[in-house]
């Protein structure tokens, strides 16, 4: 592991966000530290833990860089880390999950030997409650242009990509005002303009099934609704992309307006069925 302090040039920042993961952060940064691949900084970003987080980060002195901000949120989290990184490259990692040893090793090769591709990521090993689950069939990740599939669902994971220092200039950064859903919305950015590699070998541990996820907010759909809309008023599109934009815009506010209307929400359900006509 290269100090942040340390003189070799730094490859790879790679960058935990944190919140109250005393339980389990331990293993994240530790997943780092056993890399083939010793050219990074590893930055990790406490966003306001009030739990034992502090004192375990502060047992790797030099070996970690530890960022602490008031609790903002995971988006403003991986931002301040970005913002503060030195690497060439940039690696996400959430604190719940994990990465098998030639992971980075692996992505900064690929992108040596594709010096024109500014994203990539690997497959993942999905475990939820503690046990192996195969991923649907839905999940199943594509290579290249994928920005039509990822319409449907989020098909790019952070703890599995690496990409470029620069491509946060070309697209954005997260968007700090969305409670969930912020990668959904900052990959399909991404994947607008640019190729999402895979590298076809599972090299991330994708853990799930605890309460503090952000998948179990109740609101997921409106957040892609938001995260559509924002795209639609604030990026250039080919006709294609916007008639396949627009589609399922509405279908996703047709579902959360039935949402609205079964639980007494008359007035919200109108105006989200009426928002995706605006884009016709």
């Known amino acids: 592991m290269i100090s942040p302090w340390g003189k070799k040039k730094i490859d790879v920042s790679v960058i935990i966000p944190t919140y109250n993961r005393g339980w389990i952060i331990s293993e994240a940064i530790e997943s780092v530290l056993a890399q083939t691949f010793d050219a990074y900084e590893l930055i990790v970003v406490d966003d306001g833990s009030n739990d034992n987080t502090a004192d375990i980060l502060y047992k790797y002195g030099r070996k970690i860089r530890i960022i602490r901000q008031t609790n903002q949120g995971v988006s403003a989290a991986r931002n301040r880390g970005i913002l503060s990184s030195t ?53 199943k990740k594509p290579s290249g242009m994928i920005f039509q599939p990822s319409l449907s669902l989020c098909l790019v994971s952070p703890s599995a990509v690496m990409f470029k220092r620069d491509l946060p200039d070309m697209v954005g950064l997260f968007d700090e005002g969305l409670p969930a859903c912020e990668d959904y919305d900052l990959w399909l950015r991404v994947s607008l303009n640019f190729p999402v590699y895979l590298i076809d070998e599972a090299l991330t541990v994708k853990r799930g099934g605890h309460g503090d996820q952000l998948s179990q907010n109740p609101m997921l759909d409106k957040y892609r609704i938001e995260a559509l809309k924002k795209l639609l008023d604030h990026n250039p599109m080919t006709d294609e992309q916007k008639r396949s934009t627009v589609a399922k815009l509405m279908v996703k506010c047709r579902i959360y307006a039935e949402g609205c209307k079964k639980r007494g929400r008359h007035q919200e359900a109108v105006e989200y069925m009426s928002l995706a006509g605006k884009y016709l």
């Open 87 to 139: 690497g060439e490259f940039i690696a996400l990692l959430d604190s719940d999950d994990l990465w098998l040893p030639k992971k980075l090793d692996r992505q900064v090769a690929f992108f040596r030997n594709n010096p024109d591709a500014m994203i990539c990521q690997t497959q993942e090993i999905w475990i939820r409650n503690g046990k192996r689950i195969n991923p649907r069939k839905h999940h």
